[in-house]
Nanobody, 127 residues
Framework: QVHVVESGGGLVQAGDSLRLSCAVS????????VGWFRQAPGKERDIVAA????????RYADSAKGRFTISRDVAKSTLYLQMNSLKPEDTAVYYC????????????????????WGQGTQVTVSS
């Protein structure tokens, strides 16, 4: 059974940084692509960043490029999202998810490519 648990969200001011963590059990990071998504009220759940099962490929939403960094610790089965220079428009619930199939060559960038999700962690950025 796969379990995904996010943590690290909170209330910060614009310009601050946060690091989100995602602990995954039951599915290995060295076999599955994993990603971070976010969903603001009334909006779709969109990709923020993703990393390949081999760790050599990353994908970022345009809004995240240059400010956010995705990383992982395979030994700890933990995924991270370092978020710098936060903006009020980054306010959302952030979700971690694992891809549906192992050893996918292409890193999925839509929610349909992922099957196991955490409960989410709220990030609120005040202006």
């Amino acid at each position: 059974q796969v379990h995904v648990v996010e943590s690290g969200g909170g209330l910060v001011q614009a310009g601050d940084s946060l690091r989100l963590s995602c602990a995954v059990s039951g599915r290995s990071f060295d076999s599955y692509n994993v990603g971070w998504f976010r969903q603001a009220p009334g909006k779709e759940r969109d990709i923020v960043a993703a990393i390949s099962w081999g760790g050599g490929s990353t994908r970022y939403a345009d809004s995240a490029k240059g400010r956010f960094t995705i990383s992982r610790d395979v030994a700890k089965s933990t995924l991270y999202l370092q978020m710098n220079s936060l903006k009020p428009e980054d306010t959302a619930v952030y979700y971690c998810a694992t891809a549906r199939r192992p050893y996918e060559a292409a890193v999925p960038t839509t929610r349909e490519g992922y099957d196991y999700w955490g409960q989410g962690t709220q990030v609120t950025v005040s202006s």
